[in-house]
């Protein structure tokens, strides 16, 4: 009895994490070629490419099998420090992510933290407009590498 009390304690009080703090976009295209125009839309906009990481890749490395994903990072210095001044815990979000799956349908799917949830969850104030840049920018970058 103990231990289904304990399990059931655990289970109530670990935190859930939905996905309504992503937005997700369905892509016509392949893994590498949205996360290829995603990364070539992110330069061409003057924004800082910090990484690329194949999660496919690293798997075969090790034996094991992953559906095509990829993770972009990728973000703007100046408008991030503005972030950061506003709330500093912003930082452990910061760069920017697109991460770039195939799902089990087969469907490329591009999914990036919505901007209103990483302003809650840091509670960022005084930010606003730069809040709104970012929402536009990320809806923009999504929707064009993945048309």
């Not at 009390?5 to 935190?15: D, E, N, V």
């Not at 369905?26 to 070629?33: F, L």
């Not at 839309?41 to 003057?46: F, P, T």
């Not at 500093?88 to 089990?104: G, N, R, S």
Request: charged fraction near 20%; charge should be negative.
């Amino acid at each position: 009895m103990k231990p289904i009390i304990l399990l059931l304690i655990i289970l109530f009080t670990m935190p859930t994490y939905a996905h309504d703090h992503l937005t997700t976009v369905t892509s016509a295209h392949s893994v590498k070629d949205t996360a290829d125009k995603f990364a070539n839309l992110v330069e061409a906009k003057g924004l800082t490419l910090f990484a690329r990481i194949d999660h496919a890749a690293n798997a075969k490395g090790v034996d094991l099998e992953l559906a095509p994903t990829e993770l972009v990072l990728f973000g703007n210095p100046n408008v991030g420090t503005k972030l950061m001044q506003c709330a500093p815990t912003v930082a452990i979000d910061l760069p920017q992510k697109a991460l770039i799956w195939e799902d089990a349908d087969g469907n490329v799917k591009l999914a990036y933290n919505t901007p209103a949830y990483v302003k809650e969850a840091h509670s960022i104030e005084g930010c606003d407009p730069i809040i709104e840049k970012i929402t536009g920018l990320l809806s923009g970058l999504a929707a064009a590498a993945t048309e």
